[in-house]
């Protein structure tokens, strides 16, 4: 059983930055796909970044494109989301989740087909 674990969120002015990073134990994480996803209240849920097991490759949603960058080190078994310039439409609870079989495309489109899901990390954007 991969159990994954969030951390980094927190309180950030508008324009400010945020590092989150997602740790596995129990399984490594070389063998998935690994995307964030978020949570705001009132609206759906939104893929934001994913990336492959594979190759490293990497996807964003057009609303983060540009301002976050995913990455992972499978030798520290973590994956981290940098978010730069944010904006108060960022605050959510941020989530990662382990993809064995779902492409990343799938994670940014649906984000459904998980295997496996963290507890979630609050990020506030406000002044």
């Known amino acids: 059983q991969l159990q994954l674990v969030e951390s980094g969120g927190g309180l950030v002015e508008p324009g400010g930055s945020l590092s989150l990073s997602c740790a596995a134990s129990?399984?490594?994480?070389?063998?998935?796909?690994i995307g964030w996803i978020r949570q705001a209240p009132a609206k759906e849920r939104e893929g934001v970044s994913c990336?492959?097991?594979?190759?490293?490759?990497?996807y964003y949603s057009d609303s983060v494109k540009g301002r976050f960058t995913i990455s992972r080190d499978n030798t520290k078994n973590t994956v981290y989301l940098q978010m730069n310039s944010l904006k108060p439409e960022d605050t959510a609870i941020y989530y990662c989740?382990?993809?064995?079989?779902?492409?990343?495309?799938?994670?940014?489109?649906?984000?459904?087909?998980?295997?496996?899901w963290g507890q979630g990390t609050q990020v506030t954007v406000s002044s």
């Open positions: 129990e399984l490594p994480l070389d063998y998935y796909a």
């Open positions: 989740a382990a993809y064995s079989r779902a492409s990343c495309l799938t994670v940014i489109t649906t984000t459904s087909g998980s295997d496996y």
């Open positions: 990336i492959s097991s594979r190759d490293y490759s990497t």
